[in-house]
C-alpha cells in the first residue's frame, strides 16, 4: 500500500482524490463541479483531477445525497462540517534540518494545551515560550491532541478528522513553525493522538466504511475494528503522518486499555514497528508512550531504539495516585486503591507500578497489572498532576490547591530526580493555581448531553456546590483554563526557581547515568520516612531520603555517597536529600 494512501496525493497533472467507501454505491469529488470517481474491488474510490494543486478546497458526495469531508483530510479551515483543504507537506523550509531527536535518557516533559498555553491560543503564540521551557530545563514538550474537534475549543479528545491539525490554533505552517522552533533550541516535541475512538460529532464513516466499528463498546461509543487491515493501515498512516510531516519527535497513545487488540491483528506492536522502520531510515529518534490502565508491562521497552514493537514508557498513573492521597488526603473514586500511600509510593519507586497483578478495590477486586520491577526505570513517565487528574474534577482545580506549599515542593524535589523521565502539566513550573476545567464547544441535542453527563459523574459535588460549577459549554469555563503569564513572572518565580535547580541537578548528575538503570529497593521506614536506592549505569547508586510528614525526624545513618540535592544533618518536614555513590 502506498505510503500516504489515505488522504489527496499530489501528481504531476494534478492531484489523485482516493476514499475508501465500502459501503457506497458511487462517489464524487466535489470541487467546481462533481468529479465521478471510480471503485476498485477493495472499495476504494479514486479520480485525479487535473489542473488542481495545494490550496484546493473538496468534499466527497456519498452516493448522491450526502456531502463529507476527506476523513484524512489534511486540513480543514472552516471546521469538520466545511471543505478539506490539498496541503503540500513538501513546501515548508525546515531551519533545524539536522535535527534527529535526543535520547530518551534525557526526557523532561512538559503537558501543554494550545488554545490556554496563551492567551492567543495559537501555535505562534507558543514560540515565544520555548525559552521558557528550555530555561528551566524542559527536554520536550507534550501537545494535547491536536486532531480536528468540532467547534472553537476543546480538549481535544473528541477529534474526528485524524490527520488535520485543528484550525482554531493556525495553519499546518503555523505548527510545522512552532516544532522547527523547538528544535532549533534542542527541545522535542511529542503529541497526544487518540485512537481508541472518534468523537461524537462529524463522524460520517460508519455511512460509508462501516467496517471501521465493531459492536464492542468504549466509555465513549462504538469501538473501532481493528481486525480489518484498512482501518488498522488507517491508523498506522496516521501515527506517521505525524511523524513525517510535521516532524514530530514522538506520540503518547492515549488509553490504549480502550483498544480492543485482536493477536491476529495487533495495532500497537504494528503501529511501533512501521514507527521503527522510519527512525531506522531517517537516523531520527523516536520514541512512543502509552497511556494504559492495564498497567501492562509486556509493551514497554525503553531501551531497543529504534522501536521494535513495543513502547518506551507508560505514564504510571499510580505514582501519581499514591502522591495525590499522601498530599490532599482524598480517598473517593479512584483514590480508595491507595489506603497507604507512603508504603505504596515505595513501592512505585522500586518496582514502577503499584498494582502488578493485584486485587483493585475500585475494580471490584478484579487483578490489575503486571509485573514490572524487571524493567529499566526508564520505562515509566512519573508526575503529580496532568489533564486528566486536574481536568476531570469537577472544579478542574490543581493539587496546589490541596496540599500545603512545603509537601507539593517536596513531592517536586522527589519526582524531578528519581530516574524515571518527570512531566510536569502547564503552569505547575510556577505553583500555579488556575484550574483546568473540561471543556468543549457542542452545540444542540450533544451540548445538552455533555451537560447532563457531567451533573450525573459528579451529582454530590453539584449538590454541594449549585451554581458554582463550571458549566463545560461556557466560554467562562474556556477562559477560566488559560495559563496568566504575569503570575509565572512575580509570586511563581520561586517555584520556577525550584523546578530550574531540580533539572539542572537531574541534567548533570542522573540523565547521563540512565542508561542501564535498574530498580533497586524503597521503604516507607515509619510514618513519613521514605528512602529509595536505584542502580544507576556505569555500577553507582542513586539514593533518596525523603521526610514527608510535618514533624522533624533525626537523620538516618550516612550512607556515605556524595550530596547532589539538600542539605546533610536532621530532616526538617518535608525535606528531601540526594546523593550518588557506591551500591
Known sequence: MNARAFGPQLTRDGVLFR??????????????????????KAGWFST?????????????????????????????????????????????????????????????????????????????????KLDHLTGIGVTALELMPLADFPGRWNWG???????????????????KALIDAAHQRGLMVFLDVVYNHFGPEGNYLGRYAP???????????????????????FVIQNALH?????????????????????????????????????AKETGRHIHLVLENDDNASRLLDPLTDPPGGRFRAQWNDDYHHAWHVLLSGERHGYYEDYPKPHAQLARALEGGFIYQGEPSPHRQNEPRGEASGHLPTTAFVNFLQNHDQIGNRVLGDRLETNAKSAAMEAALAVTMLTPMPPMLFMGEEWGTTRPFPFFCDFQGDLAEAVREGRRKEFRAAY??????????????????????????????????????????????????RLRGARFGKALAKDEGFLAARWQLGGGEALYLE?????????????????????????????QVRWSIGDV
Open 546 to 574: 525523603a521526610n514527608l510528614c510535618d514533624l522533624p525526624r533525626t537523620s538516618a545513618a550516612d550512607p556515605g555517597a556524595r550530596l547532589i540535592w539538600g542539605t546533610s544533618g536532621d530532616f526538617a518536614p518535608w
Open 211 to 233: 467496517q471501521f466499528f465493531c459492536d464492542s463498546h468504549t466509555p465513549w461509543g462504538h469501538a473501532i475494528d481493528y481486525r480489518d487491515e484498512t482501518v488498522r493501515q
Open 157 to 175: 479528545y473528541d477529534g474526528v478528522l485524524w490527520y488535520a491539525p485543528d484550525s482554531t490554533y493556525g495553519k499546518p505552517d503555523d505548527l
Open 48 to 128: 485525479t483531477v487535473k489542473g488542481t494543486q495545494a490550496g484546493t478546497r473538496y468534499r466527497f458526495r456519498i452516493d448522491g445525497e450526502l456531502d463529507v469531508p476527506d476523513p484524512a483530510s489534511q486540513f480543514q479551515p472552516d471546521d469538520i462540517a466545511g471543505p478539506s483543504q490539498v496541503v503540500d507537506h513538501d513546501t515548508y523550509t525546515w531551519k533545524a534540518r539536522n535535527w534527529l531527536g535526543r535520547p530518551w535518557e534525557e526526557a523532561v516533559f512538559l503537558e501543554a494545551h494550545v488554545s490556554t498555553y496563551t492567551q492567543d491560543g495559537s501555535y505562534r503564540a507558543m514560540i515565544d
Open 242 to 278: 505525524w511523524l513525517r510531516d510535521y516532524r514530530f519527535d514522538g506520540l503518547r497513545l492515549d488509553a490504549v486499555h480502550a483498544i480492543i487488540e485482536h493477536d491476529s491483528a495487533p495495532l500497537l506492536r504494528e503501529l511501533s514497528e512501521a514507527a521503527g522502520r522510519l
Open 19 to 40: 476514499l475508501w467507501a465500502p459501503a457506497a454505491n458511487s462517489v464524487e469529488v466535489m470541487l467546481d463541479q462533481p468529479y465521478p470517481m471510480e471503485r476498485d
Open 463 to 512: 449538590d454541594a456546590f449549585g451554581g458554582d460549577i463550571p458549566d463545560p459549554l461556557d466560554a467562562r469555563t474556556f477562559a477560566l483554563a488559560k495559563l496568566d503569564w504575569q503570575e509565572a513572572r512575580e509570586q511563581g518565580r520561586t517555584r520556577t526557581e525550584l523546578i530550574r535547580s531540580l533539572l539542572a541537578v537531574r541534567a548533570k548528575e542522573i540523565a547521563p
